[in-house]
């Protein structure tokens, strides 16, 4: 596939808007048959005595003769400002930029411009200069860092014009102390169509696989005799979550006009995350001998209740940002301070969780594979046939438990990368290049397992019999006790889940 997104960058024509009462109604186009009247720079507009209140700032998306199209998914846009250094108007400490944004569309060239959303933003100014400030220094720039300007969660139509205005209110404060501001830069963010088709065809591929494996597993489980153990219910249900984030319901997107997609796609990702999660936990609990509290969820609370508030929080956050920007497409959480450092302490926090749970997960696996080998001390007395058999079942095990911790290592890189990913254009600092094959292995890595999990957990349908299992080299039933359940085999749970419970010990 493709690389995931592409970044295009913008520069805004100069508009002059002469009228008196500033219109909504009226948009002004950087180019093509009604363009707006331009201006080259600021000393034009000085020597023509043109106020700022009266320059508009027009950036037509996308670049001439090129459309948007629904397969781009989402559009990022991030603003950089080209700030001059003058001894007479120098940018203040802690300055404010107000913006009076607006943001249309149109499908045809020859139509007139509807409004999306209009909205009178403020962002603060973080930029340091690098020279003394004198007289030599005079026109030179600020380094000022990238402003988080808008994000919208569909591209439904094929030409979109944002007009931006600077409106100046010395009484009021407003757009005062901001410097000499020469250019309003943008840079548009938008996922690959090419990228976009890969995942959607992955996505329609997997949904039938997974469907299909979990009606077959569930039905193993039905025709036993016994209710489902606790473990048996925990990997349907990471199924149906599986089952969720792979529904294509995307294609959709491609017809309609569905901008809360992203925030959608958050939580369908969380819940899947919360899940595993909280599977891996009672995956290894259920194969720990260390406890009597087994086979009830009411054991793990403590193990899945910080997830599950964890993933609350996650989910709050998420809707303090993708969920107002649904409303207003031009919010972020990162202009303010307050905002920024609970986001930062949010994905921080997050993090350190993770990395803390990936862990303690290791610590667990530790301990179920020092139980697992204290049963192997008994397998030497066993038959041949009997040994052979067990040993194979330890192996899988064993197998299965470090796949285990290989994905959960995965999954917790997969998430602080793809958040410092997302934030790295509102940091500034920080810039991650992740490729198309990290997001469409990590996918894929998930689907594989949850199918390699219900096939190897589904319970098994064989009998064997007396004479198979102990009778032919005169194994004693004290053996038979050692390694199974009192369940017997046909309606038991997999010879695994057996081989470590409480009861296989007694």
């Known amino acids: 596939a493709p690389s995931p997104t592409t970044a295009v960058p913008y520069t805004s024509v100069k508009c002059i808007d002469v009228r008196k ?90 139509d007139d411009w509807e409004e999306i959303a209009h909205a009178i933003e403020i962002r603060k100014l973080k930029c340091t200069f690098g020279s003394p400030k004198t007289v030599e220094s005079e026109g030179r720039h600020y380094d000022c860092d990238f402003l988080p300007f808008m994000e919208i969660g569909s591209v439904a139509h094929k030409y979109y014009l944002i007009n931006i205005r600077l409106p100046v209110n010395e009484r ?60 048996e219910k925990v990997i349907f249900a990471l199924g149906i979550s599986m089952t969720f984030i792979n529904i294509p319901v995307e294609w959709f997107s491609i017809g309609f006009d569905w901008t809360w997609m992203l925030l959608f796609g958050d939580i369908r990702q969380g819940i899947f995350y919360a899940m595993l999660l909280s599977f891996w936990i009672i995956f290894c609990g259920e194969h720990m ?22 993933s609350f929080c996650l989910f709050i956050f998420d809707m303090c940002e993708r969920g107002v920007q649904l409303k207003n497409p031009f919010y972020s959480i990162w202009t303010t301070e307050v905002g920024t450092e609970l986001a930062m302490a949010f994905i ?32 030497p007395a066993m038959s041949k046939a009997r040994r052979l058999h067990y040993e ?17 290592a995965m999954t917790v890189i997969f998430f602080i ?38 096939f190897l957990y589904a319970p098994s349908h064989k009998n064997y019999g007396e004479d198979q299992s102990n009778g032919d080299l005169g194994v004693n039933s004290g053996e038979e006790l050692q390694l199974t359940t009192t369940i017997t085999h046909v309606d038991g749970p997999t010879e695994v889940y057996k081989l470590a419970r409480k009861e296989a010990q007694e």
């Open 21 to 110: 009462n500033h219109h909504k109604t009226k948009w002004l186009m950087p180019w093509g048959h009604n363009h707006c009247e331009k201006l080259k720079d600021f000393d034009e507009a000085v020597s023509r005595q043109i106020e700022a209140n009266d320059i508009v700032f027009a950036v037509h998306i996308p670049l001439p003769k090129k459309e948007m199209s629904p397969w781009f998914q989402f559009m990022l846009f991030i603003m950089q400002l080209d700030i001059a250094f003058k001894m007479d108007n120098d940018l203040k400490e802690n300055a404010e930029i107000t913006l009076d944004v607006s943001l249309g569309y149109r499908d045809d060239t020859f």
């Open 172 to 231: 009021k404060g407003i757009n005062v102390g901001i410097g000499e501001i020469k250019d309003i830069r943008l840079v548009g963010i938008h996922q690959n169509g090419g990228f976009t088709k890969v995942w959607f065809a992955m996505k329609t591929f997997l949904t039938p696989s997974i469907l299909i494996i979990m009606v077959w597993y569930w039905r193993r489980i039905t025709l036993m005799t016994r209710a489902p153990v606790l473990l």
């Open 289 to 310: 001998m260390d406890q009597n509290e087994r086979n009830r969820l009411s054991g793990y609370w403590k193990q899945v209740g910080p997830i599950a508030v964890g």
């Open 348 to 379: 921080i926090v997050a993090g350190i969780c993770l990395c803390l749970y990936f862990l303690f997960l290791c610590f667990m696996v530790f301990q179920v594979f020092r139980n697992i080998s204290g049963k192997q001390s008994s397998l």
């Open 392 to 408: 194979g079942l330890i192996f899988r095990f064993k197998f299965l438990m470090l796949i285990t911790l290989a994905c959960a």
């Open 417 to 454: 990368v793809s958040q410092v990913t997302e934030g790295h254009w509102k940091w500034g600092d920080i810039t991650i290049q992740v490729n198309s094959a990290f997001f469409t292995g990590i996918y894929g890595m998930w689907n594989l397992y949850v199918f390699a999990l219900m």
